[in-house]
């Protein structure tokens, strides 16, 4: 199983950008964003359980962040509204065959190669 993340890109402060994570059989797996910005740790974004109904966000990014997945089109995605400067990373997909985690990157199983998303001011 090999995440493959899309969408990321440049826009200004206020804009939106919709990533998505392609993978085989995604709907076997509960699925997580994470972010890493230069010089900082990867940090938990949002993710959402195998049945899309349990889903978490961190605090930062709630209200302006949607997770979802599509198991006929084998696509998670995260809509990403409101966009700040400070939202400026890289962004991974991840996988895990587990309950779904809010956090823990050690415990996910499966990376994609991350989509780098900028905001201007």
């Known amino acids: 199983v090999q995440p493959v993340e899309s969408g990321g890109g440049l826009v200004q402060a206020g804009g939106s950008l919709r990533l998505s994570c392609a993978a085989s059989?995604?709907?076997?797996?509960?699925m997580g964003w994470f972010r890493q910005a230069p010089g900082k740790e990867r940090d938990f974004v949002a993710a959402i359980d195998w049945s899309g109904t349990i889903t978490y966000y961190e605090d930062s990014v709630k209200g302006r962040f949607i997770i979802s997945r599509d198991g006929a089109k084998n696509t998670g995605y995260l809509q990403m509204n409101s966009l700040k400067p400070e939202d400026t990373a890289v962004y991974y997909c991840?996988?895990?065959?587990?309950?779904?985690?809010?956090?823990?990157?050690?415990?996910?199983?499966?990376w994609g190669q991350g989509t780098q998303v900028t905001v201007s001011s």
């Open positions: 991840a996988l895990r065959s587990g309950a779904v985690l809010a956090g823990a990157p050690g415990l996910w199983e499966y």
């Open positions: 059989d995604v709907t076997s797996y509960a």
